[in-house]
């Protein structure tokens, strides 16, 4: 009997020690503070590996990182532009919501220059993006002042309302096999799910997940279908399961999250825009991005 009771209470213990360890996971600097504004935001990683954001050194720019941390200018947006959320496609075609002019602006692989993919003068303000497999993207569109927002799916015929009059609309994700839409209300603290169909319209409309404390921004999903949500003014990540469940949470030493992204060798590394500290923290996740 004494030796089954161990069988039965070491590997016990062993889960509890991992889990104790996941609690208390924490981020580490990846570039210095401050070289990025307050309006960090919109991180994404092409196929060469190297790391973006908006608003590198002042409001209206992207930066590029390398894999080292070293951050430069990549580009000035035009006509008094400032980016947002960023996504690449499978050709490496860079895509920016432009909240100021509602615009999407794209940036041909190999190039620096700026074009307007889609425009659409009726929106709030493109904010986070998401792209699904097939090259589809969706931009969350939230107002804050009146805490409410609206949901968009852009293609070649331009902006198509999928949603309106939502709460403050924010963090969005597609699911790996492109067939959930995930999309965050940051004030009401809850998550949305959709299933998206054939004409990659969205349906079937369901609460995923709801905090009772703090706000939320950007969102990724892993290989797994696991979420990645960035609570913001609580300097956490948390990783929530397919089932609804968290699985995982990541203490940053910044408060204000803002978004985040997957890069590195093994696209296991996490990349975490910081709003009050203008710089990037950084942690290994357990899955490849799903983007990859």
Not at 19 to 44: H, Q, Y
Not at 86 to 92: L, M
Not at 235 to 259: D, F, H, Q, S
């Amino acid at each position: 009997m004494k030796n089954s009771l161990s069988l039965i209470v070491l590997p016990t213990l062993f889960m509890v020690l991992i889990s104790c360890n996941r609690e208390v996971d924490k981020s580490t600097d990846f570039t210095a503070e401050f070289l990025f504004t307050e309006g960090i935001e919109g991180p994404a990683v092409d196929s060469k590996k190297n790391l973006y954001a908006v608003n590198f050194e002042k409001e209206g720019s992207i930066g590029i990182v390398n894999e080292k941390g070293k951050a430069s200018l990549f580009v000035l947006l035009p006509n008094g532009s400032i980016g947002n959320g960023i996504r690449f496609d499978k050709d490496d075609n860079m895509f920016i919501a432009d909240y100021v002019n509602h615009n999407i602006l794209k940036i041909a692989k190999g190039t620096e220059v700026v074009d307007v993919y889609a425009h659409h003068k009726d929106l709030n303000q493109p904010n986070d993006l998401a792209i699904a497999p097939n090259g589809t993207l969706y931009a969350s569109d939230p107002n804050w002042k009146n805490g409410t927002g609206n949901l968009w799916k852009i293609d070649d015929s331009g902006f198509v309302l999928l949603e309106s009059d939502m709460g403050t609309t924010n963090g969005i994700e597609v699911s790996p096999k492109g067939d959930k839409l995930y999309v965050n209300e940051s004030v009401q603290r809850k998550i949305w799910v959709y299933d998206i169909n054939g004409q990659g319209g969205v349906e079937n409309k369901k609460l995923f997940y709801e905090f009772d404390d703090f706000g939320m921004d950007g969102m990724r999903c892993d290989i797994e279908g696991n979420l990645y949500v960035c609570r913001y003014d609580a300097g956490k990540v948390v990783i929530i399961n397919p089932a609804a469940k968290i699985i995982r949470e990541v203490v940053l030493k910044g408060k204000k999250p803002t978004n985040i992204t997957f890069g590195g060798k093994d696209h296991k590394q996490c990349f975490v825009t910081l709003s009050d500290r203008g710089c990037f923290e950084t942690f290994r996740a357990d899955n490849p991005g799903r983007a990859f």
